[in-house]
């Protein structure tokens, strides 16, 4: 098709609001089309389109690419024209171009990589080389010239051969150093290192706090938050956001730092950069896809953001050996973690009652998948985060989902919309009980106040029935709605005087599914009472909270006779969580319901804290017991070491003390490893155990 008929159809598909086509084809074909253009603008002469048209189709790019929060493609004509710092900053030439990477989706594809790369070296399909697996950071990539020692340029990577000296903005980035460690070493004359600029996720909110707070525009994700700070002309206002740096390779050098990547990276360390620890060093690709695997689920724990896992062939002289194809090595591969966003349409907007009135905005979507999940509802958070992103029902809308985290709607795509969407306003009153809706000054939520209402007290059954709180079996929403709407509860302790005659009401209960529910409640009444409180849902008293009341009061009782003062005399407790529990426990309703679960025989005092092992020799430790060991059976593994005052968890994380690896151990040994956790074997557990 040519040039100019592809660009006809795209102008239908953007006026004509085309909903096959998604955002990201969208985005690619206009970046495609403008190009090329432009090309023919520049190299020939002659435009086969008019200049308002070409400006139209650029205005709809810039417009897509604000509102898809994903990183602008590289060769985005919006660059030109959107950021007028860049005409600030000097070009630099790069001594050797800044390679890009190519992609893996999955195991397999990572393992046809690796047999490619194997092949190419002349190797058997089944030999084991050494790699080395980083964290692919979402940032920017930085070059930084050293002279003598001394940093002497920053550029960033621009198209990969060309990019701008940003020196000035660099050095004021506290993880560059401005001159490096020699370490006793002799100085390298020339040494130039690559790395990554980010933006830590905990500064990013309060960067975007602090900007909002000015009535400034924030940043859509911490990338771009990195990109823009390192792009101000006034090095000063750089100085001041939280940006850091993490090396992960040289360029050209005047002297060998290492024969290995690994060590490189060791050497660039001791130099005084900051480089990531959680890498993996392995034989073969087979340790690579669990690492793989192990921060697809963790990248939510770590504060700054990754998208992926990039894998390198460790020795230099093999790297050496396989070369680039194009702008990209043979001897590397970006693992890209499954998409995180992606483009659908608000069907309408409902209103949410939570257990404690707070009314929130919920998004029904239009199905779509991200990152292996359909999602079909997500959040709005409130009427003001609608409004500033001028959210519409019946728009095209970015929609996020991250972990464990609740899915969101991020932005709309203005450029998509045709007419027909509707502004969305809070309605005035309370949907499950007609209560008018209150906004408490300098609050951004509404609340439900009515103490009565059926919605607030189905979400407050579900919450105390949940894990966290009392822990019923076989407890979920459904039920807690089942009996709330059938009046079988009408408050929290008529959860324990239920009966099996009144299950066998509800839709989907027989004898035996009753009887078990009957049991399962029953058997909670003997839960620790942090859990209980928590269950309350005392607005303010979260799992964490909770535990500190009750080893600070010990029951109920105790608690219901503190003042506000009192409670704020406790450290931990600050004066909105004292007023909060105080006024809970002031209102007679509640007073009835504390007295009404004592009566059912429920938990409501904790036995006095002990104090008693505080010296057993693995008090304070935790251990993981992974394979299977010569002597000690797992069973026995684990008592031993609970006996003696340690603790057992069945995965390894930061907090994993020791890792007791037996034989044939799974990933778990991989990730202690990079985690640095330290891993110990049945003797030394032994010989601890006996201390
Ligand atoms: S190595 C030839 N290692 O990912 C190898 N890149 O497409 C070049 N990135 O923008 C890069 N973390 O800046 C490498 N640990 C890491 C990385 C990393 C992030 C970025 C890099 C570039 C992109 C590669």
Not at 96 to 120: I, K, P, Q, V
Not at 326 to 353: G, Q
Request: glycine content about 8%.
């Amino acid at each position: 098709m040519s040039l100019l008929e592809r660009t006809r159809r795209l102008q239908n598909s953007l006026k004509n609001k085309d909903r096959e086509e998604s955002a990201e084809f969208l985005i690619d074909e206009l970046i495609e089309s403008l190009n090329e253009h432009a090309l023919l603008y520049h190299q020939q002469g002659g435009s086969i389109i008019s200049d308002a048209e070409f400006d139209q189709l650029l205005n709809w790019l810039r417009e897509m690419e604000s509102a898809f929060s994903g990183p602008v493609r590289p060769d985005s004509p919006s660059h030109r024209v959107g950021a007028p710092p860049s005409e600030g900053f000097e070009k630099v030439k790069h001594r050797t171009s800044l390679l890009s990477l190519g992609n893996a989706f999955n195991g397999d594809e990572l393992r046809a990589w690796y047999e490619r790369a194997l092949r190419r070296l002349e190797l058997p399909l089944d030999s084991n080389i050494e790699l080395v697996s980083e964290l692919k950071i979402d940032g920017l990539a930085l070059s930084l010239s050293y002279e003598n020692g001394i940093l002497v340029q920053a550029a960033t990577r621009g198209d990969g051969q060309t990019g701008e000296n940003i020196t000035a903005n660099a050095r004021t980035i506290r993880s560059i150093p401005l001159s490096l460690k020699s370490g006793g070493q002799k100085v390298i004359s020339s040494l130039e290192v690559r790395g990554e600029v980010y933006f830590p996720k905990s500064s990013f909110d309060q960067l975007n706090e602090s900007l909002a707070s000015e009535g400034l525009k924030t940043f859509a994700n911490p990338r771009n938050a990195a990109a823009g700070s390192l792009r101000l002309l006034d090095s000063s206002v750089t100085a001041s956001r939280d940006l850091a740096f993490f090396a992960y390779g040289t360029g050209p050098v005047s002297e060998s730092i290492g024969g290995n990547h690994s060590e490189e990276l060791r050497v660039l360390k001791a130099l005084g950069f900051q480089v990531n620890d959680h890498f993996l060093q392995s034989l073969g690709i087979e340790a690579v896809i669990d690492f793989c695997a192990m921060f697809a689920g963790k990248r939510d724990d770590l504060d700054y953001e990754i998208d992926g896992v990039v894998v390198k062939v460790d020795s230099l002289a093999l790297q050496e050996r396989l070369g680039a194809v194009s702008n990209a090595p043979r001897w590397a591969v970006a693992y890209k973690f499954p998409a995180r966003e992606s483009t659908t349409i608000l069907r309408d907007i409902l209103i949410n009652v939570g257990r404690t009135g707070m009314i929130t905005p919920e998004a029904v979507l239009e199905p779509v998948e991200i990152g292996g999940v359909m999602v079909s509802q997500a959040t709005l958070h409130n009427e003001d985060y609608i409004r500033g992103k001028d959210i519409r029902i019946g728009d095209t809308v970015v929609v996020k989902r991250a972990g464990d985290v609740i899915p969101a709607v991020v932005a709309s795509i203005a450029a998509l919309r045709t007419g027909t969407e509707r502004i969305w306003s809070m309605p005035s009153s309370c949907p499950a009980c007609g209560t008018l809706l209150v906004r408490l000054e300098g609050e951004a939520d509404y609340y439900c106040s009515s103490s009565t209402c059926p919605a607030q007290f189905m979400r407050l059954v579900e919450h105390f029935a949940s894990r966290d709180a009392m822990d019923i079996e076989g407890f979920g929403a459904k039920l807690a709605v089942q009996l709330v709407t059938t009046d079988s509860l009408t408050s929290l302790d008529d959860i324990y005087k239920l009966t099996v005659d009144q299950l066998l009401l509800l839709d989907g209960f027989a004898l035996k599914k009753a009887e078990n529910l009957i049991e399962s409640i029953a058997a909670t009444k003997s839960r620790q009472l942090s859990r209980l409180l928590f269950g309350l849902g005392i607005r303010h008293v979260g799992k964490t909270i909770a535990e500190l009341l009750i080893s600070s009061f010990q029951s109920l009782e105790s608690l219901s006779q503190r003042t506000e003062e009192e409670l704020s005399e406790v450290d931990g407790i600050g004066p909105v969580i004292a007023k909060s529990v105080a006024g809970w426990f002031s209102e007679s309703q509640n007073k009835g319901l504390v007295a009404s679960l004592s009566g059912l025989g429920l938990n409501v005092a904790e036995d006095a804290p002990e104090g008693q092992d505080g010296d057993l020799p693995l008090t304070g430790k935790t251990f993981v017991v992974t394979g299977t060991l010569p002597s000690l059976g797992r069973a026995e593994a684990e008592s031993l070491i609970k006996s003696k005052g340690g603790k057992v968890s069945s995965s390894v994380s930061s907090k994993t003390s020791y890792l007791v690896l037996g034989e044939n151990p799974g990933s778990k040994a991989v990730k202690a490893a990079s985690l640095g956790v330290q891993i110990i074997d049945e003797t030394e557990l032994l010989t601890m155990a006996r201390a």
